[in-house]
């Protein structure tokens, strides 16, 4: 296969499985996000402390996360065939990666927002900050940083499902990579699909990194912080309440 073959192949493969990553990552976090904040506000000394949400919460984020990806595709075939009338092509391949990555960004971020330094948040709660402006002026601002970087490691997973997706019919990479690199023999072209993902996961990986950095220098957190307590606090250190102020 010469070169003018290969270049429109290249350029569909791509442009599919960038519209898989985009709306699937879109989804993710926004899912995900909230869903991991509630898995620490409902733990045991939360702010919204309920133990049956948060086991049964994270009973469904576990069981998210410790089904292979090609599995949970076939699994949930009924689903995405209700969600966009097909089981076949790029849209479909949404649904799945979307609802695999959901449960894998939610303990990032359960992670993330643990580490934040719990005085930030005994402060607010002394100047009568209510839950919302604990979640929007301390727990997320102080995780940036953190979450930025499990945006990225999540990005790149769902690369990696996507290229999975494509050898049942979700197009993209994945799918060139078995029709013509496998199934044809197309040697050249899965070296040339192989780099293609190297780069792209390369450049995500320093754009995240750089990113992550760059916001621990603007006033993030420049090293690991003490586990964050959610507890009512009963008197603040001063250092603390100016720090938020």
Not at 91 to 99: D, F, H, M, Q, S
Not at 147 to 152: F, Q, V
């Amino acid at each position: 296969m010469t070169w003018s073959e290969m270049q429109p192949l290249l350029t569909q493969a791509c442009s599919e499985t960038f519209t898989m990553m985009l709306w699937s990552t879109l989804i993710a976090v926004a899912v995900g996000l909230p869903l991991g904040i509630l898995l620490v506000l409902t733990d045991r000394g939360g702010l919204l402390q309920n133990i049956v949400a948060n086991k049964v919460l994270g009973q469904i984020v576990n069981i998210g996360r410790s089904m292979p990806f090609i599995i949970l595709m076939v699994a949930l075939m009924s689903f995405t065939r209700w969600v966009t009338g097909t089981t076949i092509g790029t849209t479909a391949a949404i649904v799945p990666l979307a609802i695999g990555g959901i449960p894998f960004f939610a303990r990032l971020v359960e992670t993330a927002v643990r580490e934040v330094d719990g005085g930030l948040v005994e402060a607010v709660q002394a100047m009568g900050g209510n839950t919302w402006t604990i979640v929007r002026k301390v727990l997320i601002p102080e995780a940036l940083p953190s979450l930025i970087a499990s945006t990225t490691t999540t990005i790149i997973a769902l690369i990696g499902y996507s290229a999975m997706a494509g050898t049942v019919g979700g197009g993209g990479l994945g799918d060139l990579a078995v029709r013509y690199g496998y199934q044809r023999f197309e040697t050249e072209l899965m070296w040339i699909i192989v780099g293609i993902l190297a780069v792209v996961i390369s450049l995500i990986q320093f754009i995240g990194d750089f990113t992550a950095r760059s916001l621990h220098g603007r006033g993030g957190r420049s090293g690991p912080a003490p586990k964050l307590r959610l507890l009512k606090a009963t008197e603040p250190a001063a250092a603390d309440i100016s720090k938020v102020a």
